[in-house]
């Protein structure tokens, strides 16, 4: 069975600040797909990142980076210099390769950036 | 290309009542979904199909039924709604199983009294 673990619920952060989104996951898999979601308050759902379990290497994309360790089963997100668009519910994801239709779904991290 | 479209955006049912919420994407995507969201629960999975004719059962299933009878369209039938089904649904849709990522449709948010 696959679990995905975002023990954060709710953050709030004064705009510039750095925030860092915590995501640990559990899966039998050998290989997996890990993903990040952005759900704004009109309510879609938008893909921010799909990292594959075999691919270590930090992403950076503007302000956003995500840092996988496969040793602690981790796949972090941090927003560098917070703006008040951050502002939404963030999702971590998981699902078995060649899957990609079965996500599995943390119960997401409510962030509020405040000018 | 209107990509993934739900079908009505709000719905509010009675007790025992049926439906169909809508799903259809043009983008001749093999894989479709059906998620739930509930507050603090995240999505979970419903039922999914990897294909015209092929369909699973995701993580919550019961009291839902799905069918793919084309490529484009994969309605979610509520049998007997009962209040538990009050949620945010949301279909999604990804090109095959090594696509990059799910384009999810916009929601439906269903109220059962």
């Known amino acids: 069975a696959q679990k995905v673990t975002q023990a954060q619920t709710e953050i709030s952060v004064v705009e510039k600040e750095d925030v860092t989104l915590d995501c640990v996951y559990e899966t039998r898999d050998t290989t997996y797909y890990l993903f990040w979601y952005k759900q704004p308050p009109s309510g879609e759902l938008v893909f921010l990142i799909r990292?594959?379990?075999?691919?270590?290497q930090n992403e950076i994309s503007g302000r956003y980076s995500w840092n996988f360790q496969k040793s602690t089963s981790s796949f972090n997100f941090t927003i560098t210099a917070s703006q008040v668009v951050d502002s939404a519910v963030y999702f971590c994801a998981l699902s078995p390769t060649g899957a990609n239709s079965k996500l599995t779904f943390g119960k997401g991290i409510t962030l509020s950036v405040r000018p | 290309n209107a990509g993934v479209t739900q079908t009505p955006k709000f719905q509010v049912l009675k007790t025992g009542q049926s439906m169909t919420l809508q799903c259809a994407q043009d983008?001749?995507?093999?894989?479709m979904s059906w998620y739930r969201q509930d507050p603090g629960m995240g999505l979970r999975l419903i039922h999914y199909?990897?294909?015209?004719?092929?369909?699973d059962q995701g993580e919550v299933p019961n009291g839902y039924n799905v069918s793919r009878s084309t490529t484009e369209d994969f309605p979610l039938r509520l049998l007997s709604a009962a209040p538990s089904q009050t949620s945010v649904y949301f279909c999604?849709?990804?090109?095959?199983?090594?696509?990059?990522?799910?384009?999810f449709g916009p929601g439906t948010r269903l109220t059962v009294t």
């Open positions: 199909s990897v294909g015209a004719g092929i369909t």
């Open positions: 990292r594959n379990s075999f691919d270590e």
């Open positions: 983008m001749n995507h093999e894989y």
């Open positions: 999604a849709s990804s090109r095959d199983r090594a696509s990059y990522e799910q384009y």
